[in-house]
C-alpha cells in the first residue's frame, strides 16, 4: 500500500519544503521507497535536490496540463523527484476549464504508485487548485506550524478547506499530524506557542519539534537534505524521529479528526 501525503500550510515560511525532503530523505533511510512531488511554482523542493528549475524542461506542470506521464519527468536524486518550474504559476489558469481539474494530480500519481511506499507531496503556500490536487490525491496531511502565535490560528481555515474536500473529493483524507517548526527554547513566546498548540489540539501534535538551526539554510546551498550535508548532527536526528513517529502511528493518525476547536482570543496566553 502507498501512502500519500502532502505537507500543507497556507502560510508561507513554516518550514514544509524542508519537511519534506528531509521526511522523504529519513523514510528513504529506513528502506521506503519514496517519491516526493514539487507542487510550488517557487519550485524550492527542486533547488534543494540540486535542480535548476530554469533548466527543467518538463516539469509537473506538463503532467497536471498537458497530461503527460509523471514517470517521463521523474528525476533520482537522494530520493525520486517530480520537479516544478516556473510553468507550474500558469498552471490554475490553465486548469480552470478543465473536467476534473480538482483530480489531475490523483490522476497522474496512478500510474507510478505501486512503485513508492511513500510520496510525499510540497505545497504551495496557499490553499488554491493546486493544494485543492495534493488534497484529493492525498491519505493524510501533515501541517508545519512555525512555533508563533499568528502561525496557530491558520489551523482553523486550513481544516475548513479539508471539510469542504472530504465532502466532494475525497472522504478519507484527514490531518495525520501537526509539526511544529522554527521553535527557539530560548524565547517565552516559542515555548508558549508550543503549549498553546499542544493544549489545543493535543494527540494531533507530534512528538517531534523542528528547532531553529542554520544547518537547514545551508544544506539546500549544497543541493542535499539534511541527513547528507550533516547526517550526526541534531537536525537531521529530528526529521529521523519525525520519520519514526509516521512509521509507526505514534500520530494518532485515525483518532480525533473532527474540527479543530478555535485558538483563544490575540493575548490570553502570549
Same mark, same amino acid.
Given at each position: ?14 518550514? $514544509? ?15 521506503h521507497r519514496v517519491l ?58 490553465? #486548469? ?16 507510478? $504508485?505501486?512503485?513508492? +511506499?511513500?510520496?510525499?507531496? +510540497? ?6 487548485l493546486l493544494t485543492i ?63 498553546? #498548540? ?38 537531521? +536526528? ?30 490570553a496566553h502570549i
Open positions: 500500500m502507498t501512502t500519500v501525503l502532502a505537507f500543507a500550510n497556507q502560510k508561507g515560511g513554516v518550514a $514544509k519544503t524542508t519537511s519534506t525532503l528531509n521526511t522523504g530523505v529519513a523514510l528513504r533511510e529506513q528502506h516526493a512531488i514539487d507542487l510550488d511554482p517557487q519550485a524550492n523542493l527542486t533547488m534543494c535536490q540540486g535542480i535548476d528549475p530554469d533548466t527543467v524542461t518538463r516539469s509537473i506542470f506538463d503532467v497536471l496540463v498537458n497530461r503527460a506521464p509523471i514517470e517521463d519527468i521523474i528525476t533520482r536524486c537522494e530520493i525520486d523527484i517530480a520537479p516544478a518550474n516556473i510553468d507550474l504559476a500558469g498552471a490554475e489558469l490553465a #486548469l480552470s476549464s478543465a473536467i476534473g481539474r480538482e483530480r489531475s494530480l490523483e490522476k497522474a500519481l496512478m500510474s507510478v $504508485k505501486h512503485r513508492y +511506499d511513500y510520496i510525499l507531496i +510540497d505545497t504551495p503556500p496557499s490553499l488554491g490536487n495534493a488534497f484529493a490525491a492525498a491519505d493524510g496531511v501533515i501541517v508545519p506550524v512555525q512555533c508563533e502565535y499568528l502561525s496557530l490560528r491558520g489551523l482553523a481555515q486550513l481544516e475548513r478547506t479539508l471539510q469542504m474536500i472530504r465532502e466532494n473529493l475525497n472522504p478519507d483524507v484527514y490531518i495525520t499530524g501537526i509539526l511544529p517548526t522554527m521553535f527557539d527554547a530560548r524565547t517565552i513566546h516559542g515555548r508558549e506557542a508550543i503549549e498553546i #498548540l499542544r493544549e489545543t489540539f493535543g494527540d494531533r501534535v507530534f512528538d517531534t519539534v523542528v528547532r531553529k538551526t542554520i544547518k537547514f539554510a545551508e544544506a539546500p546551498v549544497q543541493g542535499r537534505s539534511i541527513m547528507a550535508y550533516d547526517p550526526e548532527g541534531d537536525a537531521a +536526528d529530528t526529521y529521523r524521529k519525525l520519520a519514526k513517529e509516521l512509521l509507526n502511528g505514534t500520530s494518532s493518525e485515525h483518532e480525533g479528526r473532527g474540527s479543530f476547536e478555535p485558538l483563544p482570543a490575540y493575548g
